[in-house]
């Protein structure tokens, strides 16, 4: 009997350090599913968690950033139409201009009152967390 795992991914929630109200980076993919996301993809064999962080950053945005944090872990079945995946999902800092590339189709810059709606995944959950913790320093509870 083989076993089947969900697939590692990682998600980097990039902070805008020199800009006010540090907004954040969102990516619009190019491949399916369509919309807004949070930069992040797969691991690779090999790799660490945090050094996929680094890479996805700079391949999908074109920024060198720092890793701030490890903010938590989203494995629901459902979160990626495409295949079961557990993301790591980082808080990271930055300063620059974001640049698309790899699967990015654009980038956009955000403060917490203009997030898209048409988001991907559960990066609608995520962000949601995520500015709870930022704002109120209230960590998402385990679910």
């Known amino acids: 009997m083989t076993h089947r795992n969900p697939s590692p991914t990682v ?3 990039i902070e805008l350090v020199d800009r006010p109200h540090r907004p954040i980076i969102l990516i619009l993919r190019q491949n399916p599913p369509y919309g807004w996301a949070i930069p992040g993809g797969f691991i690779d064999y090999g ?3 945090e050094a996929a962080a ?3 950053a700079s391949e999908e945005v074109s920024l060198k950033v720092e890793l701030v944090e490890q903010f938590q872990v989203y494995s629901d079945p459902n979160r990626d139409p495409r295949q079961h995946t557990m993301s790591v999902v980082f808080i ?3 300063t620059g201009e974001p640049k698309a590339a790899d699967d990015a189709k654009a980038v956009g810059i955000f ?3 203009r997030i898209p709606t ?3 995944f559960d990066h609608d959950k995520i962000l949601r967390e995520y500015w ?3 704002h109120y320093g209230i960590r998402p509870g385990l679910s």
């Open 118 to 120: 048409e988001l991907c």
């Open 54 to 56: 680094r890479r996805e």
């Open 11 to 13: 998600d980097i929630i």
């Open 47 to 49: 790799e660490s968690a």
């Open 92 to 94: 990271a800092t930055a």
């Open 111 to 113: 403060e917490s009152w």
């Open 132 to 134: 709870r913790y930022r």
